[in-house]
């Protein structure tokens, strides 16, 4: 038996900026939404990597390293990085799963 057809990384952080992008204006700021869309050609980042503990926090399922990818999404300025999401993300074509934690909104 063979084991569960991934997505490269690179295509699900595709999918992940989709989604971002998708679902942005309805969780984060106006504001954050207009600076995201002015600056992130210039200082926009999408950073991918392995899961970080602090998703068992939030989620319900055990989440094995080589079936998920944790992808950050958000604007580095000089003096400060803003993240806008942080991003889990299932590889598994067959079990889509996609969880984000939003920027806090003050």
């Known amino acids: 038996m063979s084991g569960p057809r991934l997505y490269t990384e690179e295509e699900a952080t595709h999918q992940a900026y989709d989604i ?3 679902l942005a204006p309805n969780n984060l ?8 869309n002015e600056y992130r ?3 926009g980042f999408i950073e991918e990597g392995e899961p970080d503990d602090q998703w068992q926090d939030f989620v319900a399922l055990e ?3 080589e079936h998920f990818i944790q992808v950050l999404v958000g604007l580095e300025f000089e003096t400060d990085d803003v ?3 942080k991003i889990l993300i299932s590889r598994d074509k067959d079990a889509p799963f996609c969880h984000i934690l939003w920027k806090e909104t003050a």
Request: hydrophobic content about 45%.
């Open 63 to 65: 989440i094995e390293p």
């Open 20 to 22: 971002f992008l998708e």
């Open 83 to 85: 993240l806008f999401a």
């Open 41 to 43: 050609e210039e200082l």
């Open 29 to 36: 700021s106006d504001k954050d939404v207009e600076d995201f």
